[in-house]
């Protein structure tokens, strides 16, 4: 009984230890790169999106990762699997931990991450927030992808087109809490009641940003609103589920359906005749464009005021704008014409 | 049923006492997880870079606070033979109720109150079912797991309440004088020792175990086997809320889907701490340090920038691990034995005695 336990407990040791070293081998060949965070030659530039598996930021982190090759930094992309702010704020901490130059960040909420952001500043991180913005003041510099203006105008006016300027139409969105979803949102509200009196918004959804809970909301708006005759969906992967429904269904062709998109994934939509045209930024040019904006800010060339000017790679000089944010442009129509030049 | 049959088939053994003091205390499956703490840390704080600096300690234990705080009254639930799957839904509605009733205007205080009362409730009604009913305690809280997190969500939509008085948020991650521990560990701490009290030193800890090794003969022992029961669940359920509410102050954010998926943490801790998932076996030191454990390797891989997926995935073989290593030195053990006294022990075991070995 002796060696019994003895061995049980040394095999329990061994067993958990090989685990332990697989787990650590893992790691190993990051090593280098990690401890190269502490403020070495190179500036270090941690992405983190809103979760990670989500196509819209792989090109976003792709297009960082370009302008971090170009500058001559070290990349690194971390983030949550779900887009929850708690998981996110673990990544946050991590950044401070390592004491990156710089963190480039799209919120989960616009508040609940101020906390951890505000402890990675001070531990000297550079924080740039991207995509979905966090409250003004916990952040250095806002990289917004599009006008809220532009975006919730070039929607309504491509939905009207579609339709006929008449009819229900209804909105498919991401979470009920991301800033940048229910900004736009509201504007297409004021742009429908202003402009287009013959249009009704009927219902807004929310498919959480998963494509399975889009695909089901999409057929649940068909279902109460028979007389459906258009959905905005401004979320990549929103549009993506509910073309995938429509294009299946009898509804194909008779409820139009718009949104932002990306080429990649809406192709076969477009040239199956289910979307008729869709917009959107570049999210690699915005990725490129923030990766910039943290060189420019760890740098000293900026601090985010109004006014600064830095240059941006090939996508030339920007101006930061009030509220400390940099806008990337005017959001792009996609449309079976131009779908084809397109790869992301 | 003699006096050798009972000892040879429950887990601890009188031969396990032949042995002496220092290695029954030392050479036991909880110094084995702490032993491999301390590698783990001495490895990270080596080869990890930025492992070693200040934040670390404060972050690791802001981080593995709500899973510490629901180890404690799971551990007493599995050692009971039961499991409580609905934690991680009870964090999720008391986050969800504080922030509601927070922004209906109440004190943080009183919402706080209202929110551990929930969870009284929400485990009273799983132990009722269980302990009164006499439900199996998995299908009891898969279905409160389902039910209380409905409730979270529904009472709060996917809407966030954040705003949150900055008192409150910052005493959830104050530290404690210049030190890089947080004030909250005091908070785990006094739990911890108050639970390591009842499960060890107490004639309800006693209880606790007689019921994992064998119910009916608690039953005819004097432990009241419902009663106990029901008060396991009811300190999960409060715990939980309680742990709840840390977590929403500690990210500044009530939502439906906080604390999603935490049961499985949690339960993997505390198996990875020694509690047998059969029941009657574990010591809280060894969940404390599994616990810890899975923090620890959780922190170091974030720092080495390993992803999420990679770190769920060492988690969970670190789980499937310490249950297979338990049965798999179980068998060898039992074949690689020695018969006590020259006889065999029966295959089978008369009905009602050491049912409980694998």
């Known amino acids: ?344 | 049923m003699t006096s050798t049959r009972t000892t040879s088939s429950t887990t601890r053994s009188y031969p396990s006492y032949s042995q002496p003091l220092w290695r029954r205390l030392l050479l036991t499956r909880e110094w084995a997880v702490i032993a491999l703490l301390a590698a783990v840390v001495a490895y990270a704080m080596v080869n990890v870079a930025n492992f070693d600096g200040p934040l670390t300690v404060t972050y690791l234990l802001l981080d593995v606070t709500p899973i510490l705080l629901i180890a404690l009254p799971m551990t007493l639930v599995i050692v009971s033979g039961e499991i409580d799957l609905s934690v991680a839904s009870v964090v999720g509605l008391s986050s969800v109720l504080l922030g509601v009733l927070h922004e209906a205007g109440l004190s943080i205080p009183v919402a706080a109150v209202l929110a551990l009362l929930a969870g009284v409730l929400c485990g009273a009604f799983n132990g009722f079912l269980v302990a009164h009913v006499g439900l199996p305690s998995l299908a009891v809280t898969i279905g409160t797991l389902a039910l209380f997190r409905g409730l979270a969500v529904g009472l709060l939509g996917t809407q966030a309440v954040t705003d949150f008085p900055d008192r409150w948020t910052d005493l959830a991650k104050a530290k404690i004088g210049e030190s890089s521990v947080p004030l909250v560990v005091v908070l785990v701490v006094a739990l911890a020792v108050a639970f390591a009290l009842l499960l060890h030193f107490t004639a309800f800890g006693r209880g606790v175990y007689d019921i994992g090794l064998n119910s009916e003969a608690a039953h005819f022992t004097g432990v009241d086997v419902a009663r106990t029961k029901f008060l396991l669940f009811v300190m999960s359920g409060v715990v939980s809320a309680l742990a709840g509410i840390y977590y929403t102050l500690r990210f500044g954010s009530a939502r439906g889907d906080n604390a999603t998926g935490l049961e499985l943490q949690v339960i993997a801790a505390v198996l990875l701490g020694g509690v047998s998932i059969f029941g009657g076996r574990g010591r809280l030191h060894g969940v404390l340090a599994g616990v810890l454990l899975i923090g620890v390797i959780a922190s170091a891989l974030r720092l080495e920038g390993v992803t999420v997926n990679v770190i769920n995935i060492i988690t969970g073989l670190l789980l499937v691990g310490s249950v297979v290593s338990t049965s798999v030195l179980a068998r060898i053990s039992r074949s690689a034995r020695p018969s006590p006294r020259g006889t065999s022990v029966p295959s089978s075991a008369p009905v009602g005695v050491g049912t409980q070995e694998r």
């Open chain 1, 1 to 344: 009984m002796r060696l019994h336990t003895q061995r049980s407990t040394l095999i329990a040791l061994a067993l958990s230890g090989t685990m332990l070293l697989t787990a650590c081998g893992g790691g190993d060949s990051e090593t280098d790169t990690a401890s190269s965070g502490g403020g070495g030659d190179a500036t270090t530039v941690t992405f983190l999106p809103k979760n990670l598996g989500n196509p819209y930021f792989d090109t976003s982190d792709a297009g960082g990762e370009e302008a971090v090759e170009e500058f001559g930094g070290t990349y690194e992309e971390v983030g949550p699997q779900e887009a929850s702010p708690d998981a996110q704020v673990q990544y946050i901490n991590t950044a401070a931990q390592q004491g990156v130059n710089a963190l480039v960040v799209s919120a989960n909420d616009p508040k609940a991450i101020c906390d951890a952001i505000g402890e990675a500043r001070d531990a000297g991180t550079k924080v740039v927030t991207f995509d979905s913005d966090t409250s003004e003041d916990c952040r250095d510099l806002y990289v917004n992808q599009a006008s809220s203006e532009g975006i919730a105008t070039s929607q309504v006016d491509l939905i009207a087109e579609q339709i006929g300027d008449a009819g229900k139409v209804a909105i498919l969105s991401a979470s009920a809490n991301a800033t940048n979803q229910n900004a736009w949102i509201e504007l297409m509200e004021q742009e429908i009641a202003e402009n287009h009196p013959d249009i009704e918004l009927v219902d807004t959804v929310y498919g959480d940003d998963d494509d399975q809970t889009s695909f089901d909301k999409t057929a649940a708006l068909l279902q109460s609103h028979p007389d459906l005759k258009g959905i905005i969906s401004p979320t990549t992967v929103g549009i993506a589920a509910a073309a995938r429904y429509l294009s299946d269904s009898s509804a194909k062709g008779k409820v139009a359906l718009t949104g932002l998109g990306t080429p990649n994934q809406m192709r076969e939509y477009v040239e199956n005749g289910t979307v008729e045209a869709f917009a959107l930024w570049n999210p690699g040019d915005l990725g490129y464009l923030a990766a910039y904006a943290a060189k420019a800010l760890v740098d000293g060339d900026i601090e985010g005021a109004a006014g600064d000017t830095f240059e941006a790679g090939r996508l030339g000089e920007y101006t930061v704008e009030e509220g400390g944010s940099v806008l990337l442009g005017d959001p792009f129509v996609f449309n079976a014409e131009n779908i084809a030049d397109f790869d992301f």
